[in-house]
């Protein structure tokens, strides 16, 4: 079973930075690609940011694109999105999802194991 924990989300000011991170177990991510997810009151999920499996494949929304940064840690099972620059707009629940295969996806239902999700609040 795979188990996936988000942290890091909290209440920032407009044009301030968090760093989420998605946890997992030994060789989690080892060898599939990881997405981070997110979702707003009243609106549907929306993908904002994806990486492969060695990370050297990474695509991004056009909303987040220059102000955030996805990457991963292979050696603390960790996947990261650096969230710089944050907007009111950008508050949502964020979601990290691994792919059931090497590479990342921007459709949400490729997904086969989601994190609980963190709260990200951007106060203006």
């Known amino acids: 079973q795979v188990h996936l924990v988000e942290s890091g989300g909290g209440l920032v000011q407009a044009g301030g930075s968090l760093r989420l991170s998605c946890a997992g177990l030994?060789?989690?991510?080892?060898?599939?690609?990881t997405g981070w997810f997110r979702q707003a009151p009243g609106k549907e999920r929306e993908f904002v940011a994806g990486?492969?499996?060695?990370?050297?494949?990474?695509l991004y929304a056009e909303s987040v694109k220059g102000r955030f940064t996805i990457s991963r840690d292979i050696a603390e099972n960790t996947v990261y999105l650096q969230m710089n620059s944050l907007k009111p707009e950008d508050t949502a629940v964020y979601y990290c999802?691994?792919?059931?295969?090497?590479?990342?996806?921007?459709?949400?239902?490729?997904?086969?194991?989601w994190g609980q999700g963190t709260q990200v609040t951007v106060s203006s």
């Open positions: 030994e060789r989690t991510f080892s060898n599939y690609g």
């Open positions: 999802a691994r792919a059931p295969n090497k590479d990342y996806s921007a459709r949400d239902d490729v997904y086969n194991y």
């Open positions: 990486i492969s499996w060695r990370g050297g494949s990474t």
